[in-house]
Structure formats: C-alpha cells, structure tokens
C-alpha cells in the first residue's frame, strides 16, 4: 500500500518559516513543503533593511538564495499569497486569490507587525513610515531622496537603526522617546552613557520624555509634529518605531489559542493539532527571567523555525525557550550586548559595574550572589558568548565568580 505524502503549509518566509521548511526537507524527502508569503519579493535578511534605507545595499545582497539551500530542495515559495483564514477542522487555508490549501502540518511563522499608537493623529500622512518590509524601506528611501529633516518616533533598537540609516544619508534626525532614555528595554537610563554620547556624536538630536499627539500635513505631506509640551519640530517625514505585535488578525476564527501571539508548548506546538507557531508569532518562555516573552530577533526566530519543522516531520524535540539576547548590536559604532536580567532598580539582585570612558560592563547575579543571571555590556563585548553561556546554561559559578567580575573569563574554565 502507498504511504500518503505529507502536505506541509508554512504561513511566513522568513526566518522561522524558512528555517522550518529547511528542517522539514532534511528529514522527509517526499512530503510537499508550501511555503506562503503575503510579500511582494522573495525571502530575505530582515535585520538589513537600514541598509536598503541608507542606500548602502540593493535587495539582491539581502536575499536569503544561496545562504539556504530551499531553491534546490523542492521548497515551494509562494509570494503575493497572503493567508485570509485557516480553518483547522478541515485542515485547510485559504488564500486572498480564493484557492484553499489542504494540509497535515502547518506552521504559523508570520511574525510581528510594527505597533502604531491609536493617540498619534495625523498617521495616515504621505510621509509617515513605518520599517518592517523591503516594502518600507525603499518607500522610505525614496522620501529621503527630497526630504531633509527626519523624526523618529520611539527610542528602541530598530527605530535607532533607522535613525542611523538616515543620517548616514546625510538627514538631519531628531529621535523622540518618552523614557527618560533610549533603549530602556536593553538597559536601565543609568547604563547609557557611552551610548548617548555616541548618539551626540553621530549627530542625532534627541528629545526625551516627550511624546508626539499630532502629525502635522499638508498636500506635500508631512511637514511636521506637535509635541505633548506644545513644541513643533519640522520635517518631511516621520518613521514610527514604537513596538511590535504578532501578526495573527488572519487566526480570528480558528480556535488556535493566542495571548500576544499563538501560545506554544515546549514542543512549539499549539493548541490544535498539527498546527505548529515559530518566531515572532509565537510566545515562549524566557528560561531566566521565567516570563513569557515574544522573541523579536533573527537567530532566535530561526532556531525556533528549525525546531518546529523537525517536530512537524516527526522527530520530537524541545524548544529549550528564548532567551533574550542580542548578538552584538551596535549603535553609532558602539557595539552593545544585553542579555538576561539587566533591569535592577528596587531589587535586591547583585550587581557588578565596571566602567571606564570606553567601556561599560554591568553583571547581574542573583541576591544570593550563586548564579548569574544578566549582563550588559557596551563597547567592550569580547567573551560576551562565555558569559551567554553561563547565563543561558545556569551554571554553577561559586570557583569562577571572581574570574566573572573581574572579566578574566576564558575557555578553559569551562573545559572543568
Ligand atoms: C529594521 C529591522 C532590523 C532588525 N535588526 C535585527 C538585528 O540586528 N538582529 C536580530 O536578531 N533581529 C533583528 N530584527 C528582528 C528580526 O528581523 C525578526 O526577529 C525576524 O525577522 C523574525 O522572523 P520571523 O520569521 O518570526 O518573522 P518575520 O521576519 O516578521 O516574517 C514573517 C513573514 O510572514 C509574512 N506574513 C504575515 N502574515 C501573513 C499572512 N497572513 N499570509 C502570508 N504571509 C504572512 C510577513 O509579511 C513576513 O514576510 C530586525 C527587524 C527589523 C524590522
């Protein structure tokens, strides 16, 4: 008797999805992997759209051809096939040409969408952007050609990514936080000192504590933004970078189970049957802080993507969980690691700090001093991968602990 082929559905090409389709071909030759893309171009390198904003890079040096090996394995892509709705009792999804796919595994790996704030008038105005696709960042290139002044809106990474991207151009930028500092989910306002003088440096204005109500426009656009203090600044174009969130309107009627985005077990499984979550999608559990976390860069969605494709060809395997790190950010030439437990203010966690004018390094320990838990460290990140190690592995520390703090760390220790 022949033995049904399996029909794989991968919602998502990027880095989950592809990932996952990759994993899938590796271990079931014979299935078919369908992987569905509602963009307009073929899989690529996310994290380098600033580049394709600052002009330095053309799309083709982002496509992930060559880096994956999907072209030669029967990986169907299927772009401009945006998923309308899955309908998990007859295994089936349907796409905005009206064609339903059936399938025995699927994946949801379409990641995140950039979070507009609904207490920002004016957002709808030729001019006012938003980096998340190719899409996005040639239309923001493109604006940049003829504006000459750039507001962005929100202090996290990406958004000062974009801020870099556009004074590379040779932009005037006025970056606007409402926290005392940039990059308060990496690190406390105290911590940023190297990287606030590195912004000063590069030439980015920066306005903190304050928050944009409006978008000021006119027939050419956008002309500017009033500020919650009465201020306006002028300009011709606003990026707004104020978080993400899981993209998984599509899933309204389908039972899978999401609370910020589709909840997965250690297996990334969901809910239903044979219906699988990787990436930004998907929520997980970060093993130190013991919270449930969405993951929100590359490797971690890639590692979860791989994961969940072995598990939907049948070879079981745990999804150790994300664990929040960044590998080697860097911001005005300022290269940043932040991993763990860097927010310690009002808790009782110990804390090591070492800094020198070129260097910041923060260690977070446990109260009771046993374990290490956090790190940051800016502008010095050699051994940053030794101590990710220790954090990720919870490892003992009671014959190294001097080593850590005093960052006389080497491999050996770890041959014990
Ligand atoms: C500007 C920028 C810079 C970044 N820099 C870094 C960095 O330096 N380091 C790092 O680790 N991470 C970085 N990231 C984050 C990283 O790119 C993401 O974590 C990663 O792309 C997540 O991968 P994913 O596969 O989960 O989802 P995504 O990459 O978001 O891909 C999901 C795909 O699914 C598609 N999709 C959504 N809904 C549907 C639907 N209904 N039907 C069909 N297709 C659909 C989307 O259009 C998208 O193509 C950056 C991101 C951005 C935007």
């Known amino acids: 008797m022949a033995v049904k082929q399996m029909q794989y559905i991968i919602i998502g090409a990027s880095a989950a999805g592809m990932a996952a389709a990759e994993a899938i071909r590796r271990l079931d030759s014979e299935g078919s992997v369908t992987v569905l893309s509602d963009e307009q171009d073929m ?8 580049f394709i904003v600052s002009g330095k890079k053309k799309f083709p040096e982002m496509m992930l051809i060559g880096q994956g090996p999907y072209r030669g394995a029967n990986i169907d892509v299927r772009i401009n096939s945006r998923v309308e709705a899955v309908n998990t009792a007859d295994q089936k999804v ?14 949801i790996a379409t990641g995140s969408v950039p979070n507009i704030p609904s207490d920002i008038a004016g957002v709808e105005a030729e001019g006012v952007f938003v980096l998340r696709t190719i899409a996005d960042a040639c239309a923001m290139a493109h604006r940049a050609e003829t504006a000459r002044h750039a507001v962005m809106l929100g202090g996290g990474l990406l958004n000062l990514k974009a801020a870099f991207a556009l004074l590379e151009r040779g932009m005037d ?3 606007i936080v409402k926290s005392p500092e940039v990059l308060s989910k990496l690190m406390e306002p105290d911590d940023t000192v190297l990287i606030r003088n590195a912004l000063n440096k590069a030439g980015l204005k920066l306005v903190t504590g304050s928050s944009v109500t409006r978008i000021l426009s006119d027939s ?7 500020l919650d203090s009465g201020r306006e600044i002028p300009c011709q174009m606003v ?17 899978i189970l999401v609370n910020q985005g589709v909840v997965v077990d250690k297996f990334t499984r969901s809910n239903i049957q044979n219906v699988f979550a990787a990436g930004d999608v998907a929520v997980t559990l970060d093993p130190i802080a013991g919270e449930r976390i969405v993951t929100g860069l590359w490797t971690n969605a890639a590692e979860m993507g791989s994961c969940a494709g072995r598990n939907m060809a049948g070879q079981p395997g745990i999804y150790s969980g994300t664990f929040g790190i960044l590998n080697a950010a860097q911001v005005a030439d300022e290269p940043f690691v932040s991993m763990g437990i860097v927010h310690t203010k009002g808790t009782a966690y110990e804390i090591h700090i070492t800094a020198t004018p070129e260097t ?15 790190a940051l460290f800016i502008g010095d990140i050699s051994k940053a991968g030794l101590y990710r190690y220790i954090i990720r592995e919870m490892m003992p520390i009671k014959d190294i602990k001097s080593e850590i703090v005093n960052h006389r760390l080497h491999y050996g220790h770890f041959l014990r």
Do not use: H, Q, W
């Not at 990026?239 to 389908?254: H, P, T």
């Open 43 to 50: 899989p690529y390198f996310r994290p380098m759209l600033p």
């Open 220 to 226: 050419s656009g956008v002309i500017g933004v009033l």
């Open 239 to 255: 990026c707004i970078g104020k978080g993400i969130r899981a993209n998984v309107e599509f899933l309204d009627k389908s039972g």
């Open 360 to 374: 910041y390094r923060k260690l977070v320990f446990t109260p009771d001093g046993t374990r290490l838990v956090g």
């Open 94 to 107: 349907s796409i905005k040409s009206g064609e339903e796919l059936p399938y025995d595994k699927l994946l």
């Open 173 to 175: 930028v006025t970056l």
